[in-house]
């Protein structure tokens, strides 16, 4: 008999079964329909031995003391600052738009109080700012909102920026000096063996039986669970009954090239060239030492994987109702960027799976809105108004049904 089910193995179902086992002395069995843990942010050596992610680039960045200490017990950290480059007017230039971009596209040689008046003049003042049009139109004008943002956002989302929420483009900042990193968190750091090494250690304990290949689907009610940690999409939790969360996906064109270089900076954008967004280099992110190097290309698409839940009020209006099934289901926890259809970061999901860890202990009722003491420090410009803080999970104590173990099933048992 377990005591959780948690479903799906990436950064909020393995932060909630590393804590319940390690801390709470619960048996956990955790499952994922993919053949790895690490979920979004699994790596691995490819081909040539370059260590790459297989679904995009994951670059860590957090305000949190406690998060970064927190994983810091299952890795090493390779301090990375993430710079961006991106492709405008035939000239690579720096995103987030700072001076030496402003400088460079025009040809000027602007200081920072000159650049602040030049923002100005340019700037469309909106009243509110609604919408990620909005967001950017109000700092820097219609001119540089076309030449970085437009094209990559309809790209990246299907969608204008005037139909995407305010919270989405503002996830950029607009500088005035020539810092040209892509964050200004406190904590930078890339795990030093790799992401998927972290997660290993991480659920490395005796309390932790991981099954993957499997779609929780095949054995919720076979093998006898008191609880569960759902972290998979919440629409396809309740068979869709709403109708379908829209979730955004990425197709990734991975590639390995015969050269130890491939571009200056760890990511460069594409918002007007090309059908994908853009393109990374891991050995830069990783600091791998390698004659080839492997990069990969981001294509945006409607159909596939679920990777991006969509900022837009139509779909947050969707997820209420979603959310109030999760709310009132019998003994299961929703947490995690799919089961509470939020823009989270890898931070952000940890900072979640933490809260929800702290109301498991402390057997405390269901709190619909607001993180706890773990939340402190965490970036929260993407949570923005409408998507609101890390609204967490239900917490209803009755236990799922559930009959005995089926024997095949057993050899699924890894670890
Ligand atoms: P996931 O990682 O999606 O894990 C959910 C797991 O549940 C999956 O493994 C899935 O297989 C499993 N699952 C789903 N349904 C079932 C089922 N029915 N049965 C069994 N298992 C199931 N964040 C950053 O902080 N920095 C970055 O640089 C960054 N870059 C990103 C780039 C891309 C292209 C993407 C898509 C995301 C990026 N993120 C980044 C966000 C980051 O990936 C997420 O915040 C984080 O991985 C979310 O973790 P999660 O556990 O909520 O979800
Ligand atoms: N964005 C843009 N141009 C850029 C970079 C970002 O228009 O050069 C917009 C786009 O809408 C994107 C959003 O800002 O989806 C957030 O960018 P971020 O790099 O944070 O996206 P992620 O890494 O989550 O895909």
Redesign the pocket.
């Known amino acids: 008999m377990f005591d959780y089910l948690v479903v799906g193995a990436g950064f909020a179902g393995s932060v909630v079964a590393e804590r319940l086992a390690s801390e709470l002395d619960k048996k956990v069995l955790l499952v994922d329909k993919r053949p790895h843990v690490g979920g979004n942010a699994f790596d691995h050596y490819d081909d040539h031995g370059i260590l790459v992610h297989k679904y995009?680039?994951h670059i860590f960045h957090t305000n949190s003391r406690e998060i970064f200490d927190y994983l810091g017990r299952f890795t090493e950290w390779r301090p990375y600052q993430h710079r961006?480059l991106?492709s405008v007017d035939g000239q690579l230039v720096p995103?987030?738009i700072n001076l030496t971009t402003i400088n460079t596209l025009y040809g000027l040689q602007l200081s920072s109080p000159e650049l602040e008046a030049f923002y100005e003049r340019v700037a469309e003042k909106r009243h509110p700012v609604r919408t990620?049009e909005d967001v950017?139109v109000n700092k820097v004008g219609k001119e540089l909102y076309e030449k970085?943002?437009?094209?990559?956002?309809r790209k990246?989302?299907g969608l204008d920026?005037s139909e995407?929420h305010s919270s989405?483009?503002a996830?950029?900042p607009t500088r005035t000096n020539r810092d040209d990193r892509?964050f200004t968190d406190t904590y930078q750091a890339m795990p030093l063996r790799g992401y998927t090494r972290m997660f290993e250690r991480m659920l490395d304990h005796p309390n932790i039986k991981l099954m993957l290949n499997t779609d929780y689907r095949e054995i919720a009610g076979i093998i006898p669970c008191k609880e569960t940690i759902y972290s998979g999409p919440v629409d396809a939790f309740f068979d869709l009954r709403y109708g379908k969360l829209p979730y955004r996906s990425i197709e990734f064109k991975h590639e390995t090239l015969k050269q130890a270089q491939f571009q200056p900076v760890g990511t460069m954008?594409f918002?007007n060239d090309n059908a994908y967004?853009?393109v990374t280099e891991f050995k830069h992110l990783t600091g791998q030492k390698h004659d080839h190097t492997s990069v990969v290309y981001?294509f945006p698409k409607a159909d596939g994987d679920p990777y991006?839940p969509i900022p837009q009020a139509e779909n947050d209006e969707l997820y209420a109702k979603y959310k109030q099934l999760a709310d009132d289901a019998p003994g299961v926890h929703f947490v995690g960027r799919l089961a509470t259809y939020k823009?989270y970061?890898m931070d952000q999901v940890v900072a979640q799976a933490l809260t929800l860890f702290k109301r498991i202990k402390e057997q405390r009722p269901a709190k619909r809105h607001g993180g706890g003491g773990w939340v402190t420090g965490v970036d929260r410009s993407?949570y923005g108004a409408a998507l609101n803080a890390p609204s967490i999970v239900s917490e209803i104590a009755t236990s799922i049904s559930s009959s005995s173990l089926g024997t095949a099933i057993g050899s699924k048992i890894l670890t």
């Open positions: 995009g680039p961006v991106a995103i987030p990620s950017v970085f943002f437009k094209n990559y956002t990246q989302w920026p995407l989405v483009a996830r950029i892509y954008n918002p967004t853009r981001e991006y823009y970061n993407s």
